[in-house]
């Protein structure tokens, strides 16, 4: 029955409690524990079962309660030193920010498709998310500018529960937004903020939801509104499910949607970073904006927005990337390209590597590429993978010279530690330690913690997991109907005093959950051994449409329930945020097993690392550039075979033989004081060297450093003079373009011989045809470097030459050295690359020329 009229109800707070509201609706509380222990004190009971929503637990708890608390002295001195230091963190100036000379004109506009910020919240579905969240909550902290966009989404991520046969089934429920930390943005009469975006045949409706994350608001999009369609109220109602159309018109949504609900909001951003491409669609958005208010032309737009736009991905295979039929852009996108001023196959160029190509799809990462000043990858070795992966943007330009740079993905730590691992670093490393998680001398003080305090802390936290672990599995057989017999058994499942294991994340066929039970019989020797035993902890969620992935969970379930090992054996179901804290809060070991190159970066065991836990793992994504011997272990040494069933098998082997002779015996090897020193020496080497680089901190500064602030100042001078210098520019690569093809490299000479020694010099000369082009409109360089079996050159550096004299007035004589500095099998030849000063790198127009004829030795 639909209501004649709505209202919103609100919790009646007493005069004194008011400022639980304020509280409530900021989610700088996900990461301060003072804040938790507060509304904790209200209710404990009460905050477990709202899922740790403060604002859920506000409507619902009892009047008395709060009543009592307004009366309670002690709770009204904790609530309002609580309030004073918030509202001192809100309006602080003193930010690193700040310190940076930022300027109050630059607004950072940070677009995902998801947001993982606290599990009662829950529009994430795993790492992209989480990193996200980490993301705006560490801006908040730095104080930088910025302001977030996404969808909220009606049902969120799916729930998981398991069948009786280990089978993930997906249950969505309904989000409540009015009982969430958000509030719907309205106008001055008290209307909803609405913007629309134009579909086949009609206009799509949006409301603007705001979660304020710190000094960072995070706007949200939601189409479940009235003035929508049925169908088109769908289009925000679960992530990541339904078929690529329902997926193109999300992606419409958060990107055309989301720049038109900026500008609703007053709010012009100067930079905007696409957090993976289903935000892609924000540039052509962006570049419509600029046609219509400031009287520019598409090729000028396009500079103007590029400048100012950032791209990053978090994609290792072509599988991961969004990719749509020229017949679906052409139904959605018609009208729109139109008013651009495009025709059909410049538009679908825009997503293409290859712009000839009629029947390459439309890639939402090779737009986002394509109109982006900067593109990063996320960790070292995805920077490797992400050049060879979407190298064919760039023809002819050697793998190592594509421009993607990586930045590795870190933790907002104060959301991922226990209130005990907080203050023990609080007594060892400073009060402000979270301030400067990035300052490498101040995790050398964790030598400083002492062994005892250490252990002591850690052993609390695995009973704290194990009790988390009992309480949960019972639920899961109660939800199933268990006998009482399976009940009593559920609260004695695992032990407190044993080397734990964990392994929790997405799974997906490539992370190899599995690879542990390779060999079930050897498995179910090592967690039985009565001298040293080892009890496992896995919990994660399948994709709902991955049918091998829920394969790969049916069968843990399955060895799990196996007699002898159930009681050292657990999968907990509905892996979430919280379930992630317990886990990388109180595990000895965490197990990361993915193929490698397939995982972009990784983020849980940095989690774990902050905990005082040690990573077991492939050298894949992070662990790659982290891994050092004292401080955890690596599963093999980076091989890679074509075999996958014999890699699995060998590594299999290698992590069984790990577990058997190194980290067993370590941490049962314990001293008269029942410590084991070389098991806490390793804990301490991994978090003074892993805490002060894979932290949350040191990854937005260096976003900040490499990609906003230079994109800030290009975006801010081409937008100047009513866009000169984007006119200049776009003006210079239409008089490159047409001119490119008569620019010829005519002969190349040296001074080379077949031997040279170490530390000699050779001169290399070119005579380089211009043709109406001029010298100062082109980069002549030598590309040397070591040539390897293929005959090809590796790590090939580039040396500039300059122009020393003229021909004819048609050919121009080019000189550069090289000077060789070790031995072995070298090369070197030469090429022209296009030259401009705003240029973001000399890459950008995909234009380069090699020299083709051999090079004539000259005396």
């Given at each position: 029955?639909?209501?004649?009229?709505?209202?919103?109800?609100?919790?009646?707070?007493?005069?004194?409690?008011?400022?639980?509201?304020?509280?409530?609706?900021?989610?700088?509380?996900?990461?301060?524990?003072?804040?938790?222990?507060?509304?904790?004190?209200?209710?404990?009971?009460?905050?477990?079962?709202?899922?740790?929503?403060?604002?859920?637990?506000?409507?619902?708890?009892?009047?008395?309660?709060?009543?009592?608390?307004?009366?309670?002295?002690?709770?009204?001195?904790?609530?309002?030193?609580?309030?004073?230091?918030?509202?001192?963190?809100?309006?602080?100036?003193?930010?690193?920010?700040?310190?940076?000379?930022?300027?109050?004109?630059?607004?950072?506009?940070?677009?995902?498709?998801?947001?993982?910020?606290?599990?009662?919240?829950?529009?994430?579905?795993?790492?992209?998310?989480?990193?996200?969240?980490?993301?705006?909550?560490?801006?908040?902290?730095?104080?930088?500018?910025?302001?977030?966009?996404?969808?909220?989404?009606?049902?969120?991520?799916?729930?998981?529960?398991?069948?009786?046969?280990?089978?993930?089934?997906?249950?969505?429920?309904?989000?409540?937004?009015?009982?969430?930390?958000?509030?719907?943005?309205?106008?001055?009469?008290?209307?909803?903020?609405?913007?629309?975006?134009?579909?086949?045949?009609?206009?799509?409706?949006?409301?603007i939801w705001k979660a304020q994350v710190g000094r960072?608001?995070?706007?949200?999009?939601?189409?479940?509104?009235?003035?929508?369609?049925?169908?088109?109220?769908?289009?925000?109602?679960?992530?990541?499910?339904?078929?690529?159309?329902?997926?193109?018109?999300?992606?419409?949504?958060?990107?055309?949607?989301?720049?038109?609900?900026?500008?609703?909001?007053?709010?012009?951003?100067?930079?905007?970073?696409?957090?993976?491409?289903?935000?892609?669609?924000?540039?052509?958005?962006?570049?419509?904006?600029?046609?219509?208010?400031?009287?520019?032309?598409?090729?000028?737009?396009?500079?103007?927005?590029?400048?100012?736009?950032?791209?990053?991905?978090?994609?290792?295979?072509?599988?991961?990337?969004?990719?749509?039929?020229?017949?679906?852009?052409?139904?959605?996108?018609?009208?729109?390209?139109?008013?651009?001023?495009?025709?059909?196959?410049?538009?679908?160029?825009?997503?293409?590597?290859?712009?000839?190509?009629?029947?390459?799809?439309?890639?939402?990462?090779?737009?986002?590429?394509?109109?982006?000043?900067?593109?990063?990858?996320?960790?070292?070795?995805?920077?490797?993978?992400?050049?060879?992966?979407?190298?064919?943007?760039?023809?002819?330009?050697?793998?190592?010279e594509v421009p993607i740079i990586h930045i590795t993905?870190?933790?907002?730590?104060?959301?991922?530690?226990?209130?005990?691992?907080?203050?023990?670093?609080?007594?060892?490393?400073?009060?402000?330690?979270?301030?400067?998680?990035?300052?490498?001398?101040?995790?050398?003080?964790?030598?400083?913690?002492?062994?005892?305090?250490?252990?002591?802390?850690?052993?609390?936290?695995?009973?704290?997991?194990?009790?988390?672990?009992?309480?949960?599995?019972?639920?899961?057989?109660?939800?199933?109907?268990?006998?009482?017999?399976?009940?009593?058994?559920?609260?004695?499942?695992?032990?407190?005093?044993?080397?734990?294991?964990?392994?929790?994340?997405?799974?997906?066929?490539?992370?190899?959950?599995?690879?542990?039970?390779?060999?079930?019989?050897?498995?179910?020797?090592?967690?039985?051994?009565?001298?040293?035993?080892?009890?496992?902890?896995?919990?994660?969620?399948?994709?709902?449409?991955?049918?091998?992935?829920?394969?790969?969970?049916?069968?843990?379930?399955?060895?799990?329930?196996?007699?002898?090992?159930?009681?050292?054996?657990?999968?907990?179901?509905?892996?979430?945020?919280?379930?992630?804290?317990?886990?990388?809060?109180?595990?000895?070991?965490?197990?990361?097993?993915?193929?490698?190159?397939?995982?972009?970066?990784?983020?849980?065991?940095?989690?774990?690392?902050?905990?005082?836990?040690?990573?077991?793992?492939?050298?894949?994504?992070?662990?790659?550039?982290?891994?050092?011997?004292?401080?955890?272990?690596?599963?093999?040494?980076?091989?890679?075979?074509?075999?996958?069933?014999?890699?699995?098998?060998?590594?299999?082997?290698?992590?069984?033989?790990?577990?058997?002779?190194?980290?067993?015996?370590?941490?049962?090897?314990?001293?008269?004081?029942?410590?084991?020193?070389?098991?806490?020496?390793?804990?301490?080497?991994?978090?003074?060297?892993?805490?002060?680089?894979?932290?949350?901190?040191?990854?937005?500064?260096?976003?900040?450093?490499?990609?906003?602030?230079?994109?800030?100042?290009?975006?801010?001078?081409?937008?100047?003079?009513?866009?000169?210098?984007?006119?200049?520019?776009?003006?210079?690569?239409?008089?490159?373009?047409?001119?490119?093809?008569?620019?010829?490299?005519?002969?190349?000479?040296?001074?080379?011989?077949?031997?040279?020694?170490?530390?000699?010099?050779?001169?290399?000369?070119?005579?380089?045809?211009?043709?109406?082009?001029?010298?100062?409109?082109?980069?002549?360089?030598?590309?040397?470097?070591?040539?390897?079996?293929?005959?090809?050159?590796?790590?090939?550096?580039?040396?500039?030459?300059?122009?020393?004299?003229?021909?004819?007035?048609?050919?121009?004589?080019?000189?550069?050295?090289?000077?060789?500095?070790?031995?072995?099998?070298?090369?070197?030849?030469?090429?022209i690359l296009p030259s401009h000063p705003d240029l973001?790198?000399?890459?950008?127009?995909?234009?380069?020329?090699?020299?083709?004829?051999?090079?004539?030795?000259?005396?």
């Amino acid at each position: 029955m639909k209501p004649i009229a709505d209202l919103e109800v609100v919790p009646f707070l007493p005069p004194e409690l008011m400022a639980l509201r304020e509280l409530a609706y900021n989610l700088s509380w996900t990461w301060d524990h003072e804040i938790i222990n507060l509304f904790r004190r209200l209710d404990r009971q009460l905050w477990e079962s709202s899922s740790h929503n403060p604002v859920l637990m506000l409507g619902t708890i009892s009047q008395d309660k709060l009543n009592e608390a307004a009366t309670d002295t002690d709770f009204l001195m904790h609530l309002n030193r609580i309030c004073e230091k918030h509202h001192q963190y809100m309006q602080d100036g003193n930010t690193w920010y700040s310190k940076q000379g930022g300027s109050s004109d630059q607004t950072i506009a940070y677009f995902c498709a998801e947001f993982g910020l606290t599990e009662s919240l829950p529009i994430y579905s795993g790492g992209l998310g989480i990193l996200a969240g980490d993301h705006i909550k560490t801006a908040s902290e730095l104080g930088l500018p910025l302001v977030a966009v996404g969808l909220i989404y009606q049902q969120g991520y799916f729930r998981q529960y398991l069948n009786q046969d280990g089978w993930q089934q997906e249950r969505y429920l309904m989000n409540d937004f009015y009982n969430l930390p958000v509030v719907l943005v309205k106008e001055k009469d008290s209307s909803p903020v609405l913007i629309s975006v134009d579909f086949p045949g009609r206009s799509v409706y949006a409301q603007i939801w705001k979660a304020q994350v710190g000094r960072v608001p995070l706007y949200l999009l939601d189409t479940n509104i009235a003035q929508n369609s049925k169908q088109d109220e769908d289009i925000t109602d679960a992530l990541y499910h339904g078929d690529l159309e329902l997926r193109m018109k999300q992606e419409m949504i958060l990107g055309i949607g989301g720049m038109r609900a900026l500008a609703a909001l007053g709010i012009t951003p100067t930079v905007c970073h696409m957090n993976e491409g289903h935000s892609a669609f924000l540039a052509l958005e962006r570049i419509r904006m600029l046609m219509k208010t400031k009287k520019l032309s598409f090729a000028e737009a396009r500079e103007t927005a590029r400048a100012g736009q950032v791209f990053t991905t978090h994609t290792a295979v072509p599988a991961g990337i969004d990719k749509f039929s020229a017949s679906l852009v052409e139904r959605y996108w018609s009208n729109y390209y139109r008013e651009l001023g495009l025709t059909t196959d410049e538009f679908l160029s825009l997503g293409r590597a290859d712009a000839s190509d009629p029947t390459e799809p439309f890639s939402m990462a090779m737009l986002a590429i394509n109109l982006s000043s900067a593109v990063n990858a996320v960790s070292r070795l995805h920077g490797q993978v992400s050049r060879k992966l979407f190298g064919g943007a760039w023809p002819n330009v050697p793998t190592a010279e594509v421009p993607i740079i990586h930045i590795t993905n870190g933790i907002h730590a104060p959301s991922w530690i226990s209130s005990e691992m907080s203050d023990l670093y609080d007594r060892y490393l400073g009060p402000k330690w979270f301030e400067a998680t990035a300052h490498q001398n101040i995790w050398q003080r964790v030598e400083e913690i002492p062994d005892q305090e250490l252990w002591k802390i850690h052993e609390s936290r695995r009973q704290g997991l194990i009790n988390f672990c009992r309480s949960r599995f019972k639920a899961q057989l109660e939800e199933k109907g268990a006998l009482p017999t399976e009940l009593r058994e559920a609260q004695e499942i695992l032990d407190p005093g044993i080397l734990t294991i964990g392994f929790a994340r997405r799974v997906a066929t490539y992370k190899r959950a599995t690879l542990l039970l390779k060999n079930l019989d050897h498995l179910q020797t090592i967690l039985t051994n009565r001298e040293h035993p080892v009890q496992i902890i896995i919990a994660g969620k399948a994709h709902p449409e991955d049918i091998p992935a829920k394969e790969l969970i049916r069968q843990i379930v399955h060895a799990s329930r196996n007699k002898e090992v159930r009681h050292r054996f657990v999968f907990l179901e509905d892996y979430d945020m919280n379930v992630a804290r317990w886990m990388v809060g109180g595990v000895d070991v965490w197990l990361n097993t993915p193929r490698r190159f397939l995982e972009a970066c990784g983020t849980s065991g940095m989690k774990v690392a902050f905990n005082g836990g040690i990573n077991l793992s492939i050298l894949d994504g992070w662990w790659d550039e982290a891994y050092e011997p004292d401080a955890g272990w690596a599963i093999g040494k980076g091989e890679v075979y074509r075999d996958i069933d014999y890699q699995d098998e060998v590594e299999s082997n290698a992590l069984y033989d790990l577990l058997e002779k190194e980290l067993i015996p370590s941490f049962y090897d314990r001293d008269n004081e029942g410590l084991p020193r070389a098991w806490l020496a390793r804990m301490k080497a991994s978090m003074s060297k892993i805490c002060p680089v894979f932290n949350m901190n040191r990854t937005v500064r260096e976003y900040a450093d490499k990609m906003y602030f230079p994109a800030d100042k290009r975006f801010t001078r081409f937008l100047s003079q009513d866009g000169f210098q984007s006119k200049a520019l776009a003006d210079w690569k239409r008089y490159l373009l047409d001119n490119w093809s008569s620019v010829r490299i005519n002969s190349v000479e040296s001074s080379t011989k077949q031997v040279v020694k170490v530390g000699d010099e050779i001169e290399v000369q070119a005579w380089v045809q211009l043709g109406d082009l001029k010298a100062s409109n082109l980069s002549v360089e030598i590309y040397h470097g070591v040539i390897d079996t293929a005959g090809d050159i590796t790590d090939g550096q580039a040396i500039s030459m300059i122009p020393v004299a003229e021909k004819n007035g048609a050919l121009t004589l080019f000189k550069g050295t090289i000077r060789y500095l070790k031995s072995g099998r070298h090369g070197f030849t030469v090429r022209i690359l296009p030259s401009h000063p705003d240029l973001s790198s000399a890459f950008e127009p995909r234009l380069i020329l090699w020299a083709s004829e051999p090079v004539a030795v000259t005396a």
